[in-house]
């Protein structure tokens, strides 16, 4: 089955406690991002890798780091959390080039940094 | 910059009514246009998406439409279900460079309830 897979799916913690959300995906696609859902700002994107040790910010980056080590792999690091990263975290993956293919989502991680 | 946006932000409707979700954006330059549904502590779930040559997708009771020109795009739900509640998501591709054109641009979604 296809699928993006996210761990952990939720997680309280406290604030400078370094932490990685991972995320893998089935389907060897190339590009791969990273989401943030906040009420009243909707989605918005971190960080994105279009293949393997390729990867760039997105509109929100400050406070997190990414790495593309494996094409499968685009775990999403928070050095040293902070309360405004408390937050609900989406990673995506697609083919690289448009298409006639959805992107296709994990079900998220629900961060709380106390 | 394009930006999205959805209406209305909530919709309650009585179950079996046939109901339409708007999604408008700003600029009609788009390659695609995709509907979620997202179940609260759930995961975004692709519903449809519409290449911007295609008029209308049609997935069982759902059927989303786009008219660039305009710069909107419906999605209708015929005989609608409690299982429908959810809030729903339109997106389109909005990177600002070649290297990021699968990155999606967001409304802010319909909740949409469903009662029995």
């Known amino acids: 089955e296809a699928q993006v897979t996210q761990n952990p799916r939720y997680l309280i913690t406290v604030t400078g406690k370094k932490l990685t959300v991972t995320c893998s995906q089935n389907m060897n696609h190339e590009y791969m991002s990273w989401y943030r859902q906040d009420p009243g700002l909707g989605l918005r994107q971190i960080y994105y890798?279009?293949?393997?040790?390729?990867?760039d910010k997105g509109d929100v980056p400050e406070g997190y780091k990414v790495s593309r080590k494996e094409k499968r792999n685009f775990p999403l690091i928070l050095e040293s959390p902070s309360p405004n990263q408390t937050s609900l975290y989406f990673c995506?993956?697609?083919?690289?080039?448009?298409?006639?293919?959805?992107?296709?989502f994990g079900d998220g991680t629900r961060l709380s940094i106390l | 910059k394009q930006e999205v946006t959805q209406i209305p932000a909530a919709l309650s409707v009585p179950e079996g009514e046939n109901l339409v979700l708007n999604c408008s954006f700003t600029d009609s330059a788009i390659y695609n246009l995709q509907w979620f549904r997202q179940d609260p502590g759930k995961g975004l779930t692709s519903l449809l998406l519409i290449q911007s040559s295609q008029r209308e997708q049609t997935s069982g009771r759902l059927n989303a439409s786009l008219d660039k020109s305009s710069g909107r795009s419906t999605l209708y739900i015929a005989a609608s279900q409690p299982g429908d509640s959810a809030t729903y998501l339109c997106a389109v591709p909005g990177g600002t460079n070649a290297g990021n054109n699968r990155k999606l641009i967001w409304g802010l979604g319909t909740s949409l309830a469903v009662n029995p």
């Open positions: 995506a993956s697609s083919t690289t080039s448009y298409s006639n293919q959805p992107q296709h």
């Open positions: 890798s279009m293949n393997v040790e390729v990867t």
